[in-house]
């Protein structure tokens, strides 16, 4: 059985956005071992506050990583 945990900064992604790497990470796991995958495969999404997420030894706050986003797009 499977276990994938995704971990986030808090206010970064909305319910749907969640929802969809919940299925995309299911599927993916199905396309490697097959669909009697997807009954037994765990996703778990954690969010952190903004702050208690650091790169560089900079915390980061949701502000900050949409900030990211938007600059690379």
Do not use: Y
């Not at 969809?20 to 954690?46: F, L, N, P, Y």
């Amino acid at each position: 059985m499977p276990l994938v945990d995704i971990q986030l900064i808090e206010g970064v992604f909305d319910t749907s956005q969640k929802q969809d790497m919940i299925r995309k990470v299911t599927d993916a796991m199905v396309a490697i071992e097959g669909e009697a995958m997807r009954g037994v495969t765990w996703v778990r999404v954690h969010e952190l506050p903004g702050g208690n997420w650091a790169i560089g030894g900079k915390s980061l706050s949701a502000a900050d990583v949409k900030g990211m986003q938007r600059k690379s797009a």
